[in-house]
């Protein structure tokens, strides 16, 4: 069982930063692949950017590459998610996920454990 924590999610200004964080409870913290999804209303729950157990390996959705920067930090059980230059249009609740293995996963059913969401709010 992985209990989940995201923090640092609020608003901003079209064109600002944020920085995610995704606390996780696990001891085998390394043993799961991780990932940032967000949902906005009425719209379907999309990844936004995962990493592998290592952090060796990570994989962005298009309209984020170039802005947005998945990490981990092994040490403190950690996840971030740095969204830098961000738009109205992602205005959503971003939640974390892990998945039990190694490798990073892009559907939502790979998925099996959650964190309870942190709203970002864009204003333009």
């Known amino acids: 069982q992985v209990q989940l924590v995201e923090s640092g999610g609020g608003e901003v200004q079209a064109g600002g930063s944020l920085r995610l964080s995704c606390a996780a409870s696990?001891?085998?913290?390394?043993?799961?692949?991780m990932g940032w999804f967000r949902q906005a209303p009425g719209k379907e729950r999309e990844l936004v950017a995962a990493v592998s157990w290592s952090g060796c390996s990570t994989y962005y959705a298009d309209s984020v590459k170039g802005r947005f920067t998945i990490t981990r930090d092994h040490a403190k059980n950690t996840m971030y998610l740095q969204m830098n230059s961000l738009k109205p249009e992602e205005t959503a609740v971003y939640y974390c996920a892990a998945r039990p293995g190694l490798r990073i996963g892009v559907l939502a059913s790979d998925y099996a454990y959650w964190g309870q969401g942190t709203q970002v709010t864009v204003s333009s």
């Open positions: 696990a001891r085998t913290f390394s043993n799961y692949a």
